[in-house]
């Protein structure tokens, strides 16, 4: 087994085989739940959207570190039933994350696992391959399955990260994770994202904001928490931000024979301008879009984003 650190950056790899297992569909929302088995037996779930549309590219949507599938609903929507062609997508929640099982070991919270987790959900769903958008975390996860799978990709977007991430950027999310607060409502939810957000995101509306906090957090009860494990921030606080981070060149470069659409918001913090140069002269064909208005990570319903995605697929062959 290659070695891991503590943010779960892969050091070596190692080819991971998924096992099938039955899902067990539910009704949420506008797409339909679907729960899976990981290697380890941990329940896990994704949100499925327009399952019937079988004739192009199926999409896989991953989310950042802290982050779940609802990130991708209205992106999701777009490209099931406005875009064309339509396209089945399916947005994964992480372990730890949304409606997915806590891991009681939190050290398994790392990119490789995860990896081999959304192998075995694509097992279990019947899809050998597809287009891959991955927002921060899950553009890592992406990077990773150019060594461990790399059949398993058509196309990624990657949206807002490299394989260089920045010291601060990293710094700003340990941070917020560390020091979440507990909102009695879900006006004070919106007003914490906002106050955490808002320098990097001058051109979200109020609307914006609502979004954000309702994807973030969850009611139970009467209780808005954050919708992941609190244990997801040990691995963060091992880090030792002082030493240099590894690098994902490598599997980046793996992936110089997909088609890669590049999504960098203006204010980011964690993708700098010179990571994304270098990107471009190891992938000449890959393209770039940068956000303006948005920092880390942009939100992909949002400033033409989902069309500029659906041109890119198009261009894509099955």
Request: glycine residues 10%; aromatic residues 6%.
């Amino acid at each position: 087994m290659g070695r891991i650190n503590t943010y779960g950056l892969p050091m070596t790899f190692f080819k991971l085989k998924a096992k099938a297992k039955d899902t067990e569909p539910a009704e949420t929302g506008p797409g339909e739940s679907v729960f899976f088995s990981a290697p380890d037996g941990l329940k896990l779930h994704a949100v499925e959207y327009g399952r019937e549309n079988r004739d192009a590219l199926p999409v896989i949507c991953l989310a950042g570190l802290s982050r779940n599938s609802r990130d991708f609903e209205r992106l999701a929507i777009f490209l099931s039933e406005k875009a064309a062609p339509k396209r089945r997508v399916i947005c994964f929640d992480y372990r730890g994350r949304g409606l997915s099982a806590h891991d009681p070991d939190w050290k398994n919270y790392n990119v490789i696992t995860e990896a081999e987790d959304l192998l075995a959900g694509m097992t279990a769903l019947g899809i050998a391959h597809a287009a891959i958008i991955g927002t921060s975390r899950g553009g890592l996860i992406a990077m990773a399955l150019s060594a461990m799978r790399p059949g398993a990709l058509k196309a990624v977007t990657l949206n807002d990260v490299g394989p260089v991430i920045e010291g601060d950027g990293l710094a700003t999310i340990r941070a917020m994770l560390t020091q979440l607060p507990k909102p009695k409502n879900w006006d004070e939810a919106i007003a914490i994202q906002k106050t955490a957000m808002g320098k990097a995101f001058p051109a979200f509306s109020q609307e914006d904001w609502a979004f954000e906090a309702h994807a973030k957090y969850r009611q139970i009860g009467r209780k808005i928490r954050p919708d992941h494990d609190p244990n997801l921030v040990k691995p963060l606080a091992e880090i030792d931000l002082g030493e240099k981070l590894p690098e994902m060149w490598t599997q980046f470069i793996g992936l110089t024979k997909t088609p890669v659409l590049l999504l960098r918001g203006e204010h980011s913090g964690l993708l700098s301008k010179k990571t994304v140069e270098a990107m471009s002269a190891h992938h000449p064909g890959m393209q770039v879009m940068e956000i303006t208005g948005q920092g880390h990570p942009p939100l992909l319903h949002k400033d033409g984003i989902p069309e500029a995605i659906e041109r890119f697929l198009g261009g894509v062959s099955d």
